[in-house]
């Protein structure tokens, strides 16, 4: 079977699988918050004025188009994470985890305002974002009517360890961070504060409201595997199309260092934390990075206005 077929057999057997696994390999009997670190509501301004240049980031235009199409994806996605999580609110037990997931959406919906500014000054320098934002859109739609519930949130618990995982590179890859306009740089760092503040939340809900992790493994590698890199690419590779880009040897070496340096590539640094998510007992918060948060919160604090 071909590489379309295989995508659809797994699509049709995911949501075969959605729809009967809340009584199955539940482990999640007596489930409570595990989060490190308080879920802050902040208000943040990010005047990006600096952003000036269409390939912003070393003036190459693969790993700009790259966190452009990242860009795109973070509104509709975020809201797709809000309503899977509360679909659960219900039948959260812990006061603090149903807190908690009030603040995790707060954040969420604040992080999708952000990003829709960024992407209207990514609009003006010159992408075009529109068809690539309906494409997200209409996908989460279409999944919101055929997907179960508790697929739904498996996918959403599968990204956020993603997105996590990836805020710990923001905030401790500074070499390849400085390259950014220093505006669009800080958002993205407060992004990842806040990324980790609420990393295990989903994950929380998911272990105490669905507990099968059968299934989450098995959205979490599709997703890993399949989705993320697959819409990534083909996203990225839409908006460097829109200028009829063919690449110099100089980009591709600073595009490939950049997602696949040994020491600190943005992919190839953290495939052991990518891994460790389908290991028996494995929590978001086994990586502890509360103080690289802590760190990064006083450098961050004149933008935020809680």
Sequence with gaps: MNNIGN????????SQAGTAIMNRNNIAENPISQSKLPIERRRVE?????????????????????????????PPGEAEFIKSVKLFEDQ?????????VKNFAHQEAHHSFQHK????????????????????????ARREKQWSPQRRLARTVSAEH???????????SEEKMQHFPTSMRHLL???AIEEIEHKSVAFDVYQQCVGDRRLLNWVYR??????????????????????????TAEDRRVFKDFLFAKKDGMVSSLWPHYRAFTKQGFHPWALDDSGLVDDWKGTLSPYFAH
């Design 46 to 74: 990010f005047t990006l004025d600096d952003v000036t240049e269409k390939y912003y980031y070393r003036g190459n235009p693969q790993v700009s188009a790259f966190f452009a199409s990242l860009s795109v994806g973070f």
């Design 162 to 172: 993603i997105t996590a995982t990836w805020a710990h590179w923001a905030l401790g």
């Design 117 to 140: 500014l960024l992407n209207q000054k990514l609009n003006e320098l010159g992408y075009q974002t529109g068809g690539i934002d309906n494409v997200f859109k209409e996908k989460l």
């Design 92 to 100: 959260i037990t812990d006061p603090k985890l149903r807190e908690e």
């Design 189 to 191: 760092q407060w992004h």
């Design 7 to 14: 995508h659809i057999e797994i699509e049709r057997l995911g």
């Design 222 to 247: 599709h997703f890993l595997y399949f989705e993320f890199p697959l819409s990534l690419t083909l996203t990225t590779r839409a908006l460097l199309k829109q200028d009829n880009y063919k690449p």
